[in-house]
């Protein structure tokens, strides 16, 4: 089974340190921030992360979208089943992320760039609002020679199942690219993610030069809501069943497989359609009282961690997104996008 093939599963995105810490208005004032928004640092930020490493109880996380989806699949599967792949600097930052995704048994091959810095992201808790300052650092200079290099290609080629997080399209399209072409050639398994509703938005045409090499698909609605905007699909926004199947049927070069559209809805069912079946899934998320919820940063991400997961151990579509839900679950009772140790069981609802 494809599970027990060592890294069966690669992931590619943008690696990110994420330095979370409770704050207080204080501290977001003293940085111009402000409650559960989310930008891109600019200079007066630069102290943020060393304010928050020195003195505020912070915690390390080893963060990025597919990072997170990477770790959580690493969480299910067997060791040695996942290898993540992006771009960090040589600095104290990228011993740090090497040591967060050691402890939890990633592999990780990072481009290594000599003059740009890890990328960080400041993470200020108050209350139930978060505030997010990110720096993307090397994450942004990540390249297809990195990619191509003999020891990397060797990991393509070994693997069966490739996961990319939206955020690359606007760093590397040619790496997404090259690795659609390598699973539609070989019949592998490619999975995108489109991660954030601005990819679809601003980043339209590297997203749809990589539909045809699709296998699944996966999105949230605001993501969903901002595809069928800037493609002029003529179907409301909040017709998720509508837009889950205009994605399952787009044009697909490697026809020994039929796509599959996983669109997720917070508390709301998980809507999935299946190229060429007209009727379309719904899937109620797995219950969990307000009391346990802890911090939904990242939930989607531990979704596709445990879906992907799934598809790598051979798991039925309807057993994929029951482990996708019940990582997710899991995740959200802990501080950010991070999975409890001991490692729990999964058990189906």
Known sequence: MAANKEFALLCLENPLLDIQAVGDKALLDKYGLKDNDAILAEEKHAPLYEDLLNNYDAKLIAGGAA?????????????????????????????????????????????????????????????????????????????????????????????????????????????????????????????????????????????????????????????????????????????????????????????????????????EPTVVAQQGVDEVKSYPVHAISKEQINDTNGAGDAFAGGFVAGLVQGKTLDEAVDLGQWLARLSIQELGPSYPFPKQTYAKA
Not at 90 to 116: F, N
Not at 181 to 188: G, I, L, Q, V, Y
Not at 213 to 229: K, L, S
Not at 244 to 255: C, G, S
């Open 67 to 267: 990072q997170n989806t990477a770790r959580g699949a690493q969480y299910i599967l067997p060791p040695n089943s996942v290898v993540y792949l992006g771009g960090v600097g040589d600095d104290k930052y990228a011993a740090t992320l090497r040591d967060a995704v050691k402890q939890v048994g990633l592999r990780v091959e990072y481009r290594v760039d000599p003059k740009i810095p890890t990328g960080r992201c400041g993470v200020v808790i108050t209350g139930h609002n978060r505030s997010l300052c990110t720096d993307l650092g090397a994450a942004n200079h990540y390249d297809l020679e990195h990619l191509k290099r003999e020891d990397i290609w060797a990991l393509v080629k070994g693997a069966q199942f490739y996961y990319v997080g939206g955020y690359h399209f606007t760093v590397c399209p040619a790496a997404i690219q090259t690795l659609g072409e390598e699973a539609a050639a070989n019949d592998k398994v490619f999975v995108v993610n489109v991660s954030a509703p601005f990819i679809a938005q601003f980043f339209k045409d590297p997203l749809d030069e990589s539909s045809k090499y699709w296998d699944y698909v996966i999105c949230n609605e605001t993501e969903a809501a901002a595809y069928a905007e800037s493609h002029n699909l003529n179907v409301a926004a909040t017709d998720i069943a509508a837009i889950a199947k205009h994605l399952a049927n787009l044009p697909k070069a490697n026809t020994k497989r039929p796509r599959v559209a996983v669109i997720t809805h917070g508390t």
